[in-house]
């Protein structure tokens, strides 16, 4: 059955580095998102695009986080430099956003979970 | 059955219950409301939605009820099972089709045999 797709699913890295996070949206969905979820701040969105345009990234640090989607099938996540505190499991959502009717849900990946050190 | 007035972390209930997870929303602007399960290691997964011109929706096994009126949102599920054992988001997002969603504190349930 369809599904979202993230890779890598675990990633350990020293502060520094750069990390960058790979997602495959359901074939057909127009609409990505990415989100982080830590145990102090619980879920939160870093951004989304629709037709592979961002629409709103106001959730990502713009100095150090960057989000792309090179083409309808992949869409990126960068963390460069990485810092400890970015440390979370970083999710990746897709949806079909019609003109009307629309449907708001939002099918989640696996997440990737980023440790750095 | 338990039932949990305010928001509540943890819900513990023994299997054959029926659990209700409270969830109040910040946003009256807010159209639509979906609850969420996230088992360990796992995504967050859809289990039902509502919109806001019902104040009560069923699935199988589970019922969602929306108070518009004081921004409340539950979440009932009947003879809880131990495959139930998640943790229960519920989930808010404006009238703006396909916006992000904006979650609350989940509740963690636990279903003992």
């Known amino acids: 059955d369809a599904r979202v797709t993230q890779t890598p699913r675990h990633k350990v890295t020293e502060m520094g580095q750069e990390v960058t996070m790979r997602c495959q949206p359901i074939?057909?969905?127009?609409?990505v998102f990415w989100y982080r979820q830590t145990m102090m701040q619980g879920l939160e969105l870093l951004a989304y695009f629709r037709n592979r345009a961002p629409l709103d990234d106001s959730g990502m640090p713009k100095d150090r986080f960057s989000a792309e989607m090179p083409d309808a099938t992949l869409a990126t996540l960068k963390i460069q430099p990485s810092e400890p505190r970015d440390s979370a499991v970083y999710f990746c959502?897709?949806?079909?956003?019609?003109?009307?009717?629309?449907?708001?849900?939002?099918?989640f990946g696996p997440g990737t979970r980023l440790t750095v050190t | 059955g338990e039932s949990v007035g305010l928001h509540l972390p943890t819900l513990s209930v023994q299997e054959g219950d029926n659990s209700i997870i409270n969830c109040a929303y910040s946003?009256?602007?807010?159209?639509?409301f979906i609850w969420y399960k996230q088992e360990s290691g796992k995504g967050p997964q859809f289990i039902i939605d509502i919109r806001s011109n019902m104040d009560k929706r069923q699935g199988q096994r589970v019922t969602v009820l929306l108070n518009k009126t004081v921004k409340h949102l539950s979440l009932q599920i009947a003879a809880t099972q131990p495959g139930d054992s998640a943790v229960y988001f519920c989930a808010e997002t404006p009238r703006q089709a396909g916006t992000a969603l904006i979650f609350g504190k989940g509740t963690t349930l636990s279903v003992s045999s």
């Open positions: 946003n009256s602007a807010s159209d639509y």
């Open positions: 074939l057909g969905h127009n609409t």
């Open positions: 959502a897709s949806g079909l956003v019609l003109s009307a009717p629309s449907s708001y849900e939002q099918y």
